[in-house]
């Protein structure tokens, strides 16, 4: 993948390990914004979210409950990334908004004229997922030439440690999931407003992965 910082994503499949009392509670959401002004969520319906060179992109995630959230590129080269690794805490109250943002602030991911399909990994858990966190660790290289993107140089005891996530809970039950109206203020854009996010309840690990195509 050749952009000059880089992202975006979309829904391809998700999955949910076994439960915990209390469910990891969260709304994440993808936008972007292309020719126009305008703010715009990617298609959820799609299996593939088709954008276009130079569309800048943006991904939003509210916590609802306490969860530990890591955010994972594979691209079309075959590269890995560490895009975003945070825990939360509890909001102090249900209507608590608690945005978070990759990248953070008013910044923005922008694709460049380089073509491909770039997969992504987004994992959600209550607890720590040590043992994932300790094979990045390992495998973190200085960053590459996206940026301030941490790549990581041993890529494949991370993904096959992704792949295991997904494998031990594609036969429990599915997440529930429904679209909900999120509000919006971008900085230095015409509109703002309102777009579509994605509401989840699920059990202890929640595990998506993503496509966009450029």
């Not at 009392?21 to 292309?34: C, D, I, K, M, S």
């Not at 916590?63 to 994972?72: A, D, G």
């Not at 825990?87 to 922008?110: C, H, I, K, M, V």
């Not at 390992?138 to 140089?153: E, F, M, Q, V, W």
Request: net charge positive; glycine share 8%.
């Amino acid at each position: 993948m050749r952009f000059r910082a880089l992202l975006a994503w979309l829904l391809l499949g998700s999955v949910s390990l076994a439960g915990t009392e209390e469910p990891l509670r969260f709304t994440w959401a993808v936008v972007y914004q292309g020719s126009g002004r305008s703010v715009l969520a990617i298609d959820y319906s799609s299996r593939i979210a088709h954008l276009s060179s130079g569309d800048r992109v943006r991904i939003h995630f509210q916590p609802r409950s306490r969860c530990f959230l890591y955010v994972y590129l594979h691209d079309a080269q075959q590269d890995l990334y560490l895009l975003g690794q945070r825990g939360f805490q509890p909001p102090e109250s249900p209507e608590a908004d608690r945005s978070f943002t990759l990248p953070e602030g008013d910044n923005w991911y922008r694709l460049d004229t380089s073509g491909g399909v770039e997969l992504f990994y987004l994992i959600v858990s209550d607890h720590r997922l040590r043992r994932l966190e300790a094979l990045t660790s390992r495998s973190l290289s200085r960053p590459a030439r996206y940026g301030n993107l941490p790549r990581l140089s041993r890529q494949r005891p991370v993904l096959e440690e992704i792949r295991k996530l997904i494998r031990e809970s594609s036969t429990l039950a599915e997440p529930v999931q429904k679209p909900v109206t999120v509000a919006g203020e971008f900085r230095g854009v015409t509109e703002q407003g309102s777009y579509q996010g994605i509401e989840v309840e699920s059990g202890s690990v929640y595990v998506r992965t993503i496509r966009l195509e450029h």
